[in-house]
Each structure stands twice: as C-alpha cells, then as structure tokens.
C-alpha cells in the first residue's frame, strides 16, 4: 500500500464567455498594434509575434475588459489558495498579453518573486503551441528508470496541456513550465499574470 505526497496541484476553470473572449481578443490585437515598445522588445529579444511583458503594467487601467478578467482571476486564486490551505488572500502583482505568432515558443522558466502565475487562454487554434510543465523532482531523480509511456499523469516528468479557448490554468509560480513550438500558422493569444 502507498500513499501520494508532496502533491503538484494545477488548478482548472473555464472562462467561456464568448462575448468576453472576444473583447479580449480586441484589446490583446489592439495592445500589439500600439504598443511600439513592447513589439521593439519582441524583435530585440526574439519573441515570435507580440508580448506586453516588458512594456505595460497597468493594463487594468488602461482597459476595462482586463479590469473586469482581473477581478475575475482574483477570485479564482482565492479559490485556489483555499485547496492549497494558504491563510491568505492572494493580490494581483502583474498581467500581460501575448500574442504568439505560428511557431512561436517560450522556453522553460518559472516565476520568481510570486506566489501563483496562471494563463487565460483567449484564442487558441488548431496547432497552437501546448505549455508543458516539469516535474519540480527531476533534478533530483539522478538514477531514475524512465517511466513507462502509459504512466499515470501524477507519475510523469512532463505534463503537457493542449490549451483551448476560455480555459484557465492556475500553478505555484516555483513551477517550471515552457510553451512548446505549435504548427498553427493563426495566432495564439493569451493573458498571463503572476499572484503576490
């Protein structure tokens, strides 16, 4: 008999509203026509297609839609913060749309100084690039065998999600994650944050 512990949870809620999705949609494709300095990151850094990461941080007020999905994301890393029996109530730190091009990436990373990241998927085609996260373990399984290919999903080193519209994903920022190379040609679009 065994027991499981030290579990990774990965929180998962739909956000299907089709006349949200849309205004986001706007402001996302709005924000990356504007914003010359963000896209001048992009170029400079190599980021395929459009990310305000670098470059806005208050788009809350800058648009009442995103003012709207932050309200909406709080209460949904509240929630979270309950199944993971934290004594506190998690605030907003940053939030950011990207735009990602056919093809486009984000390599493996995790987000320092934050408690919870998450995405909300706007639009996702057919073929848009899947996030994949790592067993936080792996660095320290050494002589490990390889799992089997059928291994239950709690057992594998890597769990990759195909992200679809209006779904939201919530994590532990210490979480190590990556956005794989899609085959779509359309854009991916999406609004990530970070919870403090």
């Given at each position: 008999m065994s027991r499981t512990l030290f579990v990774t949870p990965l929180y998962e809620a739909?956000?299907?509203?089709?006349?949200?999705?849309d205004a986001l949609a706007h402001a996302i494709r709005s924000l990356a026509?504007?914003?010359?300095?963000?896209?001048?990151?992009?170029?400079?850094?190599?980021?395929?297609?459009?990310?305000?990461?670098?470059?806005?941080?208050?788009?809350?007020?800058?648009?009442?839609?995103?003012?709207?999905?932050?309200r909406r994301l709080t209460r949904h890393a509240v929630?979270?913060?309950?199944?993971?029996?934290?004594?506190?109530?998690p605030k907003l730190d940053s939030l950011w749309v990207n735009l990602l091009k056919?093809?486009?990436?984000?390599?493996?990373?995790?987000?320092?100084?934050?408690?919870?990241?998450g995405t909300l998927y706007v639009e996702v085609p057919e073929g848009g690039g899947a996030?994949?996260?790592?067993?936080?373990?792996?660095p320290m399984m050494m002589a490990a065998p390889t799992r089997s290919p059928d291994a239950p999903e709690p057992l594998r080193p890597f769990v990759t999600v195909q992200?679809?519209?209006?779904?939201?994903l919530l994590w532990e920022s210490w979480l190590r994650h990556e956005v794989l190379p899609g085959t779509a040609?359309?854009?991916?679009?999406?609004?990530?944050?970070?919870?403090?």
């Open positions: 739909e956000i299907a509203e089709p006349a949200l999705l026509e504007d914003d010359g300095a963000g896209r001048r990151w992009c170029r400079e850094h190599g980021y395929k297609g459009y990310t305000s990461y670098a470059s806005l941080n208050d788009l809350p007020r800058r648009d009442p839609v995103i003012a709207d999905l932050a929630s979270f913060a309950r199944e993971l029996a934290w004594p506190i109530k056919g093809g486009g990436h984000h390599s493996a990373h995790i987000h320092p100084h934050s408690i919870l990241s996030i994949r996260f790592e067993d936080p373990r792996l992200p679809r519209p209006g779904q939201l040609r359309a854009e991916r679009l999406s609004i990530s944050f970070n919870f403090a």
